[in-house]
């Protein structure tokens, strides 16, 4: 079956490192993903996207990759700040739906 | 601009009674896509409207229902209530068509609560 899938559903990392979360779709060729973060209680807020034929996309301290041959997108932050601890979710159209991954939880640790 | 607003923000009823929910999206935004939010199974896509027509829709039995009137607010319906109907919903509205590339902007959510 189609489905989008998110490796870790919590990561802890120390404050100053970089996050890496990855997001991973089986059966199905995405033309983009975009990754969200959702804080508690609040709804989901866009970050990026990226297409299929993009390798890269950068904003500030986010940068996320596309590898159509490992059916995966990584999403980095850079310098992570504990104010950036949130939920992070990737997120596709398949068919006539539009997935999101269950999301991963990055505790950054001052 | 002011951001896409969802009323009410808190709901509690009783199973086998039904409810409506309220969004209005961001003024000059055509779509307003409802998603439901369980700890159990994430965060799950009901239906899009587009200029008041259906365009997508997931995979959700036929007591959910929706609207989009001409000015893009949109209303949800949940007919017959069962506690598994407990959850966050979630409207969001994008300038195009949801699955057209486009960011999706998030109200702050219903919290709906079946007893």
């Known amino acids: 079956s189609q489905k989008i899938e998110q490796n870790s559903e919590a990561l802890n990392i120390q404050e100053g490192k970089t996050a890496t979360l990855t997001c991973n779709y089986t059966?199905?060729?995405?033309?983009?993903l975009q990754w969200y973060r959702q804080d508690p209680g609040r709804g989901p807020v866009f970050l990026l996207l990226?297409?299929?034929?993009?390798k890269e996309k950068r904003k500030e301290r986010l940068k996320v990759t596309f590898d159509t041959t490992l059916k995966q997108s990584l999403f980095h932050i850079t310098a992570s700040q504990p104010a950036d601890s949130a939920t992070y979710l990737c997120?596709?159209?398949?068919?006539?739906?539009?997935?999101f991954g269950p999301g991963t939880r990055l505790s950054v640790l001052p | 601009k002011a951001g896409v607003t969802q009323t009410p923000r808190y709901l509690i009823k009783t199973r086998g009674q039904q409810v409506t929910l309220s969004c209005s999206p961001i003024?000059?935004?055509?779509?307003v896509s409802w998603y439901q939010q369980t700890p159990g199974q994430g965060l799950q896509f009901l239906f899009e409207?587009?200029?008041?027509?259906?365009?997508n829709k997931g995979n959700f039995p036929g007591r959910f229902s929706g609207r989009q009137f001409s000015n893009s607010r949109s209303e949800m319906n949940v007919s017959t209530l069962e506690l598994g109907d407990s959850a966050l919903y979630l409207c969001?509205?994008?300038?195009?068509?949801?699955?057209?590339?486009?960011?999706?902007?998030f109200g702050p959510g219903t919290r709906l609560t079946v007893l």
């Open positions: 969001a509205s994008s300038l195009l068509a949801a699955l057209s590339r486009n960011e999706q902007f």
């Open positions: 059966n199905y060729s995405p033309a983009y």
């Open positions: 990226i297409r299929e034929n993009e």
């Open positions: 997120a596709s159209p398949i068919g006539q739906n539009f997935v």
């Open positions: 003024s000059g935004h055509r779509s």
């Open positions: 409207y587009f200029s008041e027509t259906q365009r």
